[in-house]
């Protein structure tokens, strides 16, 4: 079993910063791909940015220029800095891993961290 803990989240205003971290732990032989998803009420979950074993990232439009995803492999943690925040990207923020265990794949969600920007 893989478990991932998220950090990081809060309250901020208009045009601050948050960085959120998600650490893997449990049954890890590899990490295919680690990511950061949000849902917001009333709206589906949706992938906000993500990081591949080779380093390659992929971010949503709306986040492009503003958020950064970066991973230490040594820790197996993955981070999402957060700059200028506006207030459409308050949301539950949630770790997302591909794992390889040394038989099987497996995908694990983190358990969501709150994070709110308002004045």
């Known amino acids: 079993q893989v478990q991932l803990v998220e950090s990081g989240g809060g309250l901020v205003q208009p045009g601050g910063s948050l960085r959120l971290s998600c650490a893997a732990s449990?049954?890890?032989?590899?990490?295919?791909?680690m990511g950061w998803y949000r849902q917001a009420p009333g709206k589906q979950r949706e992938l906000v940015a993500a990081?591949?074993?080779?380093?390659?990232?992929d971010y949503a439009d709306s986040v492009k220029g503003r958020f950064t995803i970066s991973r230490d492999n040594a820790k197996n943690t993955v981070y999402l800095q957060m700059n200028s925040l506006k207030p459409e990207d308050t949301a539950v923020y949630y770790c997302?891993?591909?794992?390889?265990?040394?038989?099987?794949?497996?995908?694990?969600w983190g358990q969501g961290t709150q994070v709110t920007v308002s004045s």
């Open positions: 449990g049954s890890i032989f590899s990490i295919n791909a």
């Open positions: 997302n891993a591909e794992v390889h265990n040394g038989s099987y794949n497996g995908r694990y």
């Open positions: 990081i591949i074993s080779g380093g390659v990232t």
